[in-house]
Nanobody, 124 residues
Framework: QVQLVEFGGGLTQAGGSLRLSCEAS????????MGWFRQAPGKEREFVAT????????YYLDSVKGRFTISRDNAKNTVYLQMNSLKPEDTAVYYC?????????????????WGQGTQVTVSS
């Protein structure tokens, strides 16, 4: 059974940092495109960051560029989202997702596997 499990969420002050981890089990995701999405209360789920299977191609939501970094460790079957200079508007549940294809994608419905989400709260 394929599972994605996110770790690393929590509460931090504005300007702080958090690193989210997404551990995959049930199969290797070293050949798959991966992404992070988030959903704030009362809002739709939105794309945050994505990378292709090799990690060479990455895309970010404009509002997180320069602050967030997506990366992967295929040996550990894990994807990370390093979040720096956090702002209150970054508060949301963050979801890890994986595609069957190796390409990156900014579109949620192009992902085949999803984690359960981890809460990130940034206080002002």
């Amino acid at each position: 059974q394929v599972q994605l499990v996110e770790f690393g969420g929590g509460l931090t002050q504005a300007g702080g940092s958090l690193r989210l981890s997404c551990e995959a089990s049930g199969r290797s995701f070293s050949s798959n495109g991966m992404g992070w999405f988030r959903q704030a209360p009362g809002k739709e789920r939105e794309f945050v960051a994505t990378m292709n299977w090799s990690g060479v191609i990455t895309y970010y939501l404009d509002s997180v560029k320069g602050r967030f970094t997506i990366s992967r460790d295929n040996a550990k079957n894990t994807v990370y989202l390093q979040m720096n200079s956090l702002k209150p508007e970054d508060t949301a549940v963050y979801y890890c997702a994986a595609r069957r294809l190796g390409y990156s994608s900014k579109t949620a419905h192009e992902y085949d596997y999803w984690g359960q989400g981890t809460q990130v709260t940034v206080s002002s």
